[in-house]
Structures are given as structure tokens and as C-alpha cells.
């Protein structure tokens, strides 16, 4: 069978050839001395120095006006500033000492992409850093001098083991520094995605249990009265006009619940304890929510703010105790909700109630 023509040109991706620059500046007349090994990192003299500190946001001040770059600021240097590496054996003798200083380099290199100035937290002394923050970003027409940061920047592998209560603390921590969380995921192909991750509080337009009255929930009461046990759930025959549209699905002349449906219903009608393992469902339900089966999508609700033949559900959900392990299948559960248009939210419990993290793609340069 024969191939198909291409009718695109696939995205030319960057090398970063060690030792040449890849900006589009026109390199200075006179070259820029090569940096010098110093105590805590490589030192960069002036003028230099002071356009990089200024502009840049990028080293550490040290005496005589000089600044101090870590090794991943002097290839990023090296790529867009016009900065001679140290030496030819450089980057080898380095990526030795430190296995991620090639991973932190592009993505050191990616988060600036977009205009903002990310400064490492080594780097930073006078705001407040996040645990385990690689970096803060400021938006580009933002001084780190004179304004707050945006966001707290974290990075990861694809492979790495994926700890969501981390991520939720950690998340929860940069909420209370009133900024982002953005995180930059890398594989071995030295790709980078980036996401941010935020809090969201989904709300819908649907009848709760509450809001029933007298007459609504005895016609409830009577069809469940009347339930027939399924393979999947219940099987309600209709006995009026049924008033609660955010549980079960009318089909064949009835109501078919799923069994969580059916446990929550029966909780509400005989004023029962729910059990642990509906209290989610029941968060949500009283949000004025609908929730329907998300196994196409690889989650397990797919979640409605309005009726099901009116919009779309705007969010995919997981539990906690469902959720992907590593980044590599988070990315994989995110990237496919986007195809669909829809926000991916993994549910956390929080002592006694819940909350609802959103993790979407974004890009360097958005904000």
C-alpha cells in the first residue's frame, strides 16, 4: 500500500549545539571573555555582568561587580548571550558532577522561551520560595526588583514516580504566596511540556436533593420502591415525571441507575450514613453537578454543569486512588481531555471535604 504524500512539515526541533549560539543577535564585535572558575560556580566580569543581572535576571552578585552563573546559566548564556563556553572539555566535566544539568539546561532554556524571566531559587534571596522550587517566573514587562514573581516553577521526568498529595501540598503552599504553579515535565528525548496547575471549584445548575420538595421526593421514594436489580445498577420504572436529572439516565421507559447511584439514592431516602466510598460522589452531586461514566476518556467521570443534551462536560475526573503513578501516564490522561476539550481534575481529600486540582497544558509566554 502506498504511503500518503505528507501535506505538513513536521517541527523542526532544536539541537543546542554546545559552543554555538542559537539567538538571533548579532554577536558583539568584540568577543566576551570566556567565564572563570569560582568557588560557587563560574564568574562573569563587567560590562557583561551587569546586563546580565539587570536584564537577564540571570547570576549571583559577587564582589567587584561580577556575577556568578551555575553551569546551567552559562549554557543558556552560552545559546542566547553570546557567552564562549570555558573551555572545550567543559560541559563533559560538568554533566558528570551534576547528571540533570542537561535536563535543567532545556528546561532552563524552554521556560524562557516565552519572554518571562525565571530566575533559579538559588539565585534568589528576598521573596519567599516554595518547597522545592526549582524557580520563580515574573511576566515580561515584570522587574524581579520591583514586582512580585508569577509563578513557582517545579520540573520533573516523564519516568519519575507521580506523588499527587506532594503536588497538591506544594500547590497549596504557592496558593497561600498568592502565585502559579507551574510545572515542566522532560523526556529522554529531551522534549518539555509545561502545566499549570490550579484549584478549581466545579459548580453546576442542576436540582440537588435539598432543593426537592414534598411532592418531588415521594416520587423518587415510590420508583425506587419499584427498582428491578441489574447487571449494572437499578432499573427504575417510570412513575412520573422523574425531578432529580442529575442521577440516573432515562432509557426504556425507566430510570437506569448505576450502583453508586443507587447506594447514594437510598442514603437520601432513608436518611442513611453514606459510605466512605460514595462521600465523593455526594461532594458533587450537591454541587448541582452530573456525573456520567468517564471510561472512554480514561477517568472515572466525565463531569456536566448544565444537561447532558445542552453542553459539553467541561471536566474529566480521577480519584486519588485511580490516578496515574508517573508523568509520563498523567501527561498521556491530561493531553487526551484536551484533545476532547475538556480540563482534567484529579480530586483530593482534605480532611473531611475535598479539593479539585486542575492540571492543564500550557506554554512559555502565555501569561
Known amino acids: 500500500m502506498a504511503r500518503h504524500a505528507r501535506k505538513f512539515t513536521p517541527r523542526q526541533r532544536t539541537k543546542r549545539p554546545l559552543g554555538v549560539s542559537i539567538t538571533s543577535n548579532a554577536a558583539p564585535k568584540i568577543p566576551h571573555d570566556k567565564p572563570q572558575q569560582h568557588e560557587s560556580g563560574w564568574l562573569i566580569s563587567p560590562p557583561?555582568?551587569?546586563?546580565?543581572?539587570?536584564?537577564?535576571?540571570?547570576?549571583?552578585?559577587?564582589?567587584?561587580?561580577?556575577?556568578?552563573?551555575?553551569?546551567?546559566?552559562?549554557?543558556?548564556?552560552?545559546?542566547?548571550?553570546?557567552?564562549?563556553?570555558?573551555?572545550s572539555e567543559w560541559f563533559e566535566s560538568e554533566i558528570q558532577k551534576d547528571s540533570n544539568l542537561l535536563a535543567k539546561a532545556v528546561i532552563f532554556d524552554t521556560a524562557r522561551s516565552g519572554g518571562e524571566l525565571v530566575i533559579p531559587c538559588s539565585n534568589i534571596s528576598n521573596y519567599q520560595t516554595s518547597k522545592s522550587a526549582f524557580a520563580l517566573k515574573w511576566k515580561r514587562n515584570q522587574s524581579q526588583f520591583k514586582s512580585e514573581p508569577m509563578s513557582h516553577v517545579r520540573w520533573f521526568w516523564t519516568f519519575e514516580t507521580l506523588d499527587w498529595n506532594e503536588i497538591y501540598n506544594w500547590a497549596e503552599e504557592v496558593e497561600t504566596l498568592n502565585c502559579k504553579c507551574d510545572i515542566f515535565i522532560i523526556d529522554e528525548e529531551m522534549e518539555v511540556t509545561m502545566y499549570r496547575v490550579s484549584f478549581v471549584e466545579p459548580e453546576g445548575s442542576q436540582k440537588t436533593w435539598s432543593q426537592l420538595n414534598d411532592e418531588e421526593r415521594d416520587i423518587v421514594s415510590n420508583m425506587w420502591d419499584c427498582k428491578i436489580k441489574t447487571e449494572s445498577g437499578f432499573f427504575m420504572p417510570l412513575g412520573g415525571k422523574w425531578p432529580l436529572n442529575s442521577v440516573g439516565v432515562e432509557h426504556l421507559s425507566g430510570i437506569n441507575l448505576r450502583t453508586e447511584e443507587g447506594v447514594w439514592l437510598d442514603a437520601m431516602i432513608n436518611e442513611l450514613d453514606l459510605p466512605n466510598s460514595s462521600l465523593l460522589y455526594d461532594n458533587l452531586i450537591n454541587r448541582g453537578l452530573i456525573l456520567r461514566p468517564g471510561f472512554k476518556f480514561g477517568s472515572r467521570w466525565r463531569i456536566y454543569d448544565d444537561e447532558v443534551s445542552k453542553s459539553h462536560a467541561p471536566w474529566l475526573l480521577q480519584t486519588e486512588d485511580e490516578v496515574a503513578k508517573t508523568w509520563e501516564s498523567a501527561c498521556l490522561s491530561i493531553r487526551l481531555a484536551e484533545g476532547v476539550h475538556k480540563k482534567w481534575v484529579c480530586a483530593i481529600q482534605n480532611e473531611s471535604s475535598w479539593r479539585f486540582m486542575q492540571v492543564e497544558r500550557w506554554s512559555p509566554g502565555k501569561d
Open 48 to 87: 557583561l555582568s551587569a546586563r546580565l543581572f539587570q536584564k537577564s535576571g540571570l547570576g549571583i552578585v559577587s564582589g567587584n561587580d561580577g556575577i556568578i552563573l551555575s553551569p546551567m546559566e552559562v549554557l543558556f548564556c552560552n545559546w542566547h548571550r553570546h557567552l564562549p563556553l570555558p573551555s
